[in-house]
């Protein structure tokens, strides 16, 4: 077979606009470059403004992580002014940012990821017409009960925040809202109806047996719902070893209370766990549009290159953390929180893993925001008092659906004089480093088969969805 | 009707609102409706080469499109190419491929205020040259220019908001199809007046407040946020307490001030966000349509005739004090 080069964009089906070039040798992909088209500047427009503008400004820059973004604004000038949440406070900041972590995932397997299998590419498999009737884009049953749940789902964000996306209810000091019992029933209420939805539609069984599988065998067991059907276009696909990730998991821990966080922060490798430094973290611009050098997102900046020289191809800058790249989203998350299913599935490390980590998550977090509503506390204080500072720095991060998001600011004579953000698919897509060394997905490309018709191979598409990229949130 | 949709410099939350349509569901609202999706990039199958081609039809003149909805501001940036946002996979810039399909649309649909004028893609300096399809902020003129109709002989309708509310969306696509809009159904900056001939403030659950000038001072409090805290809920257009969000949500019901997402230039208030400037104390922005006069004076006897159960409500996080109809007493 001969050797060729293909491009493969529009990539839709993820959030925002990705490009994939990729070089493709004896019907498999030899080498592939991950290109973020889209350059917006929203580092640039908060330099010089008041620092209360990040919590309305930065979760616009994704419709679908907002929540995620204003949470991490939160916790940074939260950090620079010496500002906390009343617990309460902060446990309604956790059950906003769960409704969207959970919808996200929800939005991902149901109209992102699945509608592949509907393809005429797979007809004849024994799977197909079940895909077919349950994922087919924009009409499937499956899709439809999931993207009506999420809806009511996040009828909980109406409630507690206002609206979604771009809610402003979370501060550095708490909530805007104060729930009454009234709002505590009716959020009880949502999540019992979608966990009916879930239980019905996405597991065909009880949440807990879902969350509480504990190795592979387990997961190939599991026969029930549009898990078991996943599970079993993977067997015959063999999606567990397409795709593979660099192995190495970083979190910051998800949902900071003052109890401590939901989830362990860590980075996991070869088996072991060690502690996250988030000053190990450097911003590599060799092969970004951007003028300067690497440096800690503290101390960087954003200067687009306007003449976009090679070897530059693309806006998202390489985050690196200690030299090496990390693989962020829900299926880093559970592994390094220590979950058994998760644990089994790290070195697997491929598509099978990634959606099996989201669907282990969508239980969790379920079962999280299920005990959450049940501490909520109407007569407790949601907001404390807060000062902004005339000078300060401080970082806020947080853990995306995506995987970890990072702000950093620095604030001078009260106004914002620096500001950096890494969201997660800026780990998981960036670019190569001045080592050469390719990113996450990048590396994960090479070795998928390409079949010789195919211009727009069916299998990099999977393995590229898996991870469930937002390219808005990436470049920023 | 068949609808195209790209997304161009935004942040794809105008889409994730309108998953968020309800009863019916978004593929129930629009399909049973006959209209369907040329190409939409979050829902559509079709990737890669399938897309380049339908696009290419569309261009050409192949396919005849109904509907060209945008989504996102277009950036221009640098240097006027537009390279800031190619779209991907064509070599082409979005820019360049907006001009060269919206001519071919029956209607073009700015969505969202990025779309419709730039929004929050063009704050803090414009560092990517972010401007409207049809508007550059609150000017006439943006990627397409002034004096550009679509085949309908409508200008682009611009349904703004951040985001937008999912029935915007698709109850303007639903009277589209239905005929049902024409120039005088667009307000001044070509909105869709459905939604626009309200105020966020019509309905807003603060308005007895509002009534006494009773004003929250800090974000939490259950005061209006008029005087304080930033909100123009007064002055911006939107039904969004009259239709809430996301079952029962608004900002002002979230405790958040109106930053007038639906207007043009709202992404450069002058201020922060959540506070009101004000000039001897008198809040800049009064309700445009009364006389500043009459506001002051009818602001200052309401607060000196404030009760006491709203005053002590308005500055708390929570209802202190029940009313007590006088019947009941």
Not at chain 1, 114 to 140: C, K, L
Not at chain 2, 15 to 36: K, Q, R
Not at chain 2, 240 to 268: L, V
Not at chain 2, 293 to 318: G, Q
Request: net charge negative; with cysteine.
């Amino acid at each position: 077979m001969s050797e060729r080069q293909l491009l493969v964009g529009p990539f839709n089906r993820v959030e925002g606009d990705l490009e994939i070039r990729l070089d493709v040798a004896e019907g498999r992909v030899a080498a592939a470059w991950a290109n973020s088209p889209l350059f917006r500047g929203f580092e640039m427009m908060l330099t010089g403004r008041d620092p209360r503008d990040a919590l309305t400004i930065t979760p616009r820059i994704c419709g679908i992580c907002s929540i995620s973004q204003s949470a991490a604004a939160a916790f940074a000038l939260a950090e620079a002014s010496g500002a906390e949440m009343p617990e309460q406070g902060a446990l309604a900041a956790a059950i906003l940012h769960g409704v969207e972590n959970l919808a996200d995932h929800l939005t991902h397997f149901a109209l992102f990821f699945m509608p592949d299998f509907a393809r005429p590419v797979y007809a004849g498999r024994a799977w197909h017409g079940r895909a077919v009737e349950a994922f087919t884009a924009q009409e499937g049953s499956v899709a439809r009960a999931l993207l009506e749940a999420r809806a009511r789902l996040f009828h909980i964000v109406g409630l507690l925040g206002g609206k979604w996306p771009h809610t402003l209810a979370i501060q550095p000091a708490g909530v805007t809202r104060t729930p009454d019992a009234r709002d505590k029933v009716k959020i009880q209420t949502a999540l019992r109806a979608h966990r009916r939805a879930l239980e019905t539609v996405l597991f065909g069984a009880r949440l807990e047996e879902f969350a509480a599988l504990d190795s592979v065998a387990g997961l190939e067991a599991w026969g029930t719902g549009a898990a078991g059907l996943f599970g079993e276009i993977a067997a015959d696909l063999g999606l567990a070893t397409l795709g593979r990730g660099p192995g190495r998991y970083l979190s910051c821990g998800a949902y900071p209370m003052p109890e401590g966080r939901a989830t362990r922060a860590g980075v996991w490798e070869a088996g072991a766990l060690r502690a996250f430094d988030p000053a190990e973290v450097v911003e590599d611009l060799s092969h970004a549009w951007m003028l300067g050098g690497a440096a800690h997102p503290a101390e960087g900046v954003t200067a687009p290159d306007e003449d976009m020289r090679e070897p530059g191809y693309s806006w998202c800058k390489a985050p690196r953390l200690a030299g090496g790249t990390v693989e962020v989203g829900a299926l880093a998350r559970q592994v390094v929180d220590g979950h058994p299913l998760a644990l089994a599935l790290a070195d697997e490390a491929g598509v099978r893993a990634r959606i099996a980590g989201r669907l282990l998550e969508i239980a969790r977090t379920q079962l999280w925001l299920e005990d959450w509503a049940a501490r909520l506390d109407p007569a407790a204080r949601f907001m404390g008092d807060w000062d902004l500072p005339k000078d300060g720095a401080g970082a806020g991060l947080v853990e995306a659906a995506r995987g970890t998001l990072g702000h950093w600011l620095r604030i001078e004579r009260g106004r914002i004089a620096g500001y950096q953000i890494v969201a997660p698919t800026t780990w998981n897509f960036s670019p190569r480093d001045a080592e050469g060394v390719p990113g996450p997905v990048e590396a994960a490309l090479v070795g998928c088969p390409v079949v010789e018709a195919e211009e727009t191979p069916v299998a990099v598409q999977h393995v590229v969805r898996s991870f469930d990229p937002c390219m808005v949130c990436t470049v920023h | 009707m068949n609808v195209l949709w790209l997304q161009s410099a935004g942040c794809g939350g105008c889409t994730m609102s309108l998953l968020c349509a309800e009863n019916p569901n978004l593929f129930d609202t629009l399909g049973d409706a006959g209209i369907s999706f040329l190409w939409h990039p979050a829902l559509s199958v079709e990737t890669g080469a399938e897309v380049r081609a339908l696009l290419d039809a569309v261009e050409r003149g192949e396919t005849v499109l109904d509907v060209l909805c945008v989504e996102g501001s277009i950036v221009t940036g640098p240097k006027g190419t537009g390279k800031f946002h190619m779209l991907s996979g064509t070599g082409r810039a979005m820019l360049d491929w907006v001009r060269a399909l919206a001519p071919m649309a029956e209607h073009v649909v700015a969505v969202g205020s990025c779309a419709a004028f730039g929004g929050i893609t063009a704050a803090g300096g414009n560092p990517a040259g972010a401007i409207g399809l049809q508007y550059d902020g609150a000017h006439a003129g943006g990627a397409l220019d002034e004096g550009f109709r679509s085949r309908s002989g409508l200008p682009v309708i611009n349904v703004a908001g951040c985001p937008t509310h999912p029935a915007w969306v698709t109850e303007t696509l639903l009277m589209l199809a239905g005929g049902l809009i024409g120039a005088g159904d667009l307000d001044r900056y070509r909105r869709p007046r459905f939604y626009a001939d309200h105020l966020v403030h019509h309905g807003c659950p603060k308005n007895e407040y509002y009534e006494y000038k009773a004003s929250a001072r800090a974000l939490s409090e259950l005061g209006c946020m008029m005087e304080h805290l930033g909100c123009v809920g007064t002055q911006a257009v939107g039904d969004c307490n009259i239709r809430p969000w996301n079952g029962e949500g608004s900002c002002t019901r979230g405790g958040y001030p109106c930053i007038a997402c639906t207007s043009p230039e709202f992404e450069e208030p002058g201020h922060t966000y959540t506070e009101t400037p004000t000039i001897a104390g008198i809040p800049v922005g009064l309700p445009s349509d009364m006389p500043k006069a009459w506001f002051m004076a009818l602001a200052s006897l309401s607060k000196a005739a404030t009760p006491r159960r709203i005053d002590v409500n308005a500055h708390s996080d929570r209802i202190r004090v029940a009313p007590a109809p006088k019947r009941e007493t």
